[in-house]
C-alpha cells in the first residue's frame, strides 16, 4: 500500500534525524499501538530502542512469552522484562473494590515502569510511546463516557514529568491505519489482529480480590475458551471474548461426589466503537463444548455462564 509505505519511510527518516546516536525507552505491553511504535522505532534505530515489558501477573497465558519471543526472535530488539507478578499480588490483597483495584494497578505499574526506566536514564534521552490519534483527541476533551465510568489505564498512561523527551511516531494514525502499519512490517496477524485488552487486565477480571492462584485459573479458562473460538474461525467474528472469575462457589457433581468450586462467565461482544455492543450469538454446539472442555480441564471451576447482557446496560468488562 502505497500511502503506508509512504508514511513508514517518512516516520523512519524522522525517528533518526530526531534521534540521533541517543537511546529511546518504550513500554511494551503486547498490544497493538505499542507493539507497532516499538517495531517502527527498531527498524530506524535498531538496539538504541531498549523496551521495558512488565509482566504484572495480571497477563493471559503465554502472554509474556508469546511478546518475548515475537519482538526478540522476528524483530531483533532488545527487549527488558521485569517480572512485578509479586508487588501486584501483594498490593491486591484484600483489595475487592474495582475503582480501587484499577487505580492502583495503574499507580503500581507507574511506579515500576519507572523505576526500571530511572535504572536506564543514565543513557536514555527518549522515552517513546504508542500513542495513537483518537488518544490526543480523547486526552484533549472531557466527558468521554466509559471514562467517567471506569477509570482507564493503559502503557500510553505515563506521568509527562519523567524527564524524558516523548517520541510517538504514531500520533497522526487512527487504529486501523496502526495495524496496516503492524502488517506492512511484518508483525503476525496473530498480535495486530487482537481483541481489546484492558491496561489493568486479569486484575479486573477476577472479581472481587485478586489472587494469584486465581489468575492462574481464570488464565486457563480463558486459554479455553480464546483458542476455541480461534480453531472454529469465530475468533474474527467476535469483537471481543474474555472469561471472568466470580468470587462465589457453587455446588455441583462430579462422578459419585459432590463438589464445591468456583463459577466462570463467558463474555463475547459484537460491537463497532465499544460504546454500545451486543452479546454475540454464539452457536450452542460451541458454547457448550467450551463448557465441557473447561469443566473437564480446569481444577477449580464447576459451573460456566454465558452473559447475554448488552451494553448498555451491561458493561463489556464486568469491573
Ligand atoms: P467497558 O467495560 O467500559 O470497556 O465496556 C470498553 C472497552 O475498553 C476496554 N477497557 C480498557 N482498556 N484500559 C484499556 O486500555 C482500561 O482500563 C480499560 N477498561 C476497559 C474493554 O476491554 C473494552 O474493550
Not at 29 to 43: E, P
Not at 57 to 86: C, H, P, W
Not at 275 to 300: C, Q, R, Y
Amino acid at each position: 500500500d502505497w500511502y503506508i509505505n509512504k508514511f513508514i519511510d517518512s516516520a523512519i527518516a524522522e525517528i533518526k534525524n530526531k534521534v540521533g546516536n541517543d537511546k529511546v525507552i518504550l513500554g511494551l505491553s503486547g498490544g497493538v499501538d505499542s507493539s507497532v511504535a516499538a517495531t517502527l522505532i527498531s527498524k530506524a534505530i535498531g538496539k538504541q530502542l531498549i523496551c521495558i515489558f512488565v509482566d504484572t501477573g495480571l497477563l493471559r497465558q503465554n502472554e509474556g512469552l508469546q511478546v518475548m519471543e515475537t519482538y526478540t526472535k522476528n524483530f531483533d530488539m532488545k527487549i527488558k522484562m521485569v517480572d512485578a507478578s509479586a508487588k501486584f499480588y501483594k498490593a491486591l490483597k484484600g483489595i475487592e473494590e474495582p475503582e480501587t483495584k484499577r487505580k492502583l494497578i495503574g499507580k503500581l505499574f507507574i511506579d515500576v515502569f519507572t523505576e526500571e526506566a530511572r535504572k536506564l536514564s543514565g543513557d536514555a534521552k527518549w522515552l517513546a510511546q504508542g500513542t495513537i490519534y483518537p488518544d490526543v483527541i480523547e486526552s484533549s476533551k472531557e466527558g468521554h463516557v466509559s471514562k467517567t465510568i471506569k477509570s482507564h489505564h493503559n502503557v500510553g498512561g505515563l506521568p509527562e514529568d519523567l524527564g524524558f523527551e516523548l517520541l510517538e511516531p504514531l500520533r497522526d494514525l487512527f487504529k486501523d491505519e496502526v495495524r496496516n502499519v503492524g502488517r506492512e512490517l511484518g508483525i503476525p496477524s496473530l498480535m495486530i489482529d487482537r481483541h481489546p485488552f484492558p491496561g489493568p487486565g486479569l486484575g479486573i477480571r477476577v472479581i472481587g480480590e485478586v489472587t494469584k492462584e486465581k489468575c492462574d485459573i481464570l488464565r486457563k479458562a480463558d486459554a479455553i475458551f480464546i483458542n476455541a473460538l480461534r480453531e472454529n474461525n469465530l475468533y474474527n467474528k467476535v469483537s471481543q471474548a474474555h472469561v471472568v472469575l466470580l468470587p462465589i462457589k457453587t455446588v455441583g457433581v462430579m462422578g459419585d461426589n459432590r463438589t464445591y468450586e468456583f463459577v466462570v462467565g463467558l463474555r463475547a461482544v459484537n460491537t463497532i466503537d465499544f460504546m454500545t455492543a451486543t452479546s454475540s450469538h454464539l452457536p450452542w454446539e460451541f458454547l457448550d463444548s467450551v463448557v465441557n472442555k473447561i469443566i473437564n480441564e480446569v481444577k477449580g471451576v464447576n459451573r460456566v455462564v454465558y452473559d447475554i447482557t448488552s451494553k448498555p446496560p451491561g458493561t463489556i468488562e464486568w469491573e
